[in-house]
């Protein structure tokens, strides 16, 4: 809710304290929710990959076989060795190296 009083404007906070809309804004204001949103694509794609990639490709008779496959793919084959576009299209040990 926006309230005006002597031509300035104010703006709610979540603590319930209100800015002037001419000061600058607290700096972490607008950006959790830019962020998040990038944020959540990113580990949403990688999710999907896993189960994708991984789990969907044949059942796990425990978790703890489930777990060590997820730590292994992870380690062994996503994180040195698999093609990442964010990355211009290479693996995560070459462009570190690079």
């Not at 990639?53 to 703890?64: A, C, G, K, N």
């Not at 292994?72 to 690079?98: F, Q, V």
Request: with cysteine; charged share 20%.
């Amino acid at each position: 809710m926006r309230s005006s009083a002597a031509s300035n404007t104010y703006w709610p906070g979540k603590s319930g304290h209100y800015y002037d809309r001419c000061a600058a804004p607290p700096p972490t204001w607008h950006r959790p929710l830019d962020n998040y949103r990038s944020v959540n694509a990113v580990a949403q794609s990688f999710f999907a990959t896993i189960k994708t990639e991984l789990l969907d490709r044949r059942p796990w008779p425990t978790r703890t076989s489930a777990h060590k496959a997820i730590f292994e793919y992870i380690e062994g084959w996503y994180n040195t060795r698999r093609l990442h576009s964010s990355l211009g299209y290479l693996s995560p040990t070459t462009y570190e190296a690079t």
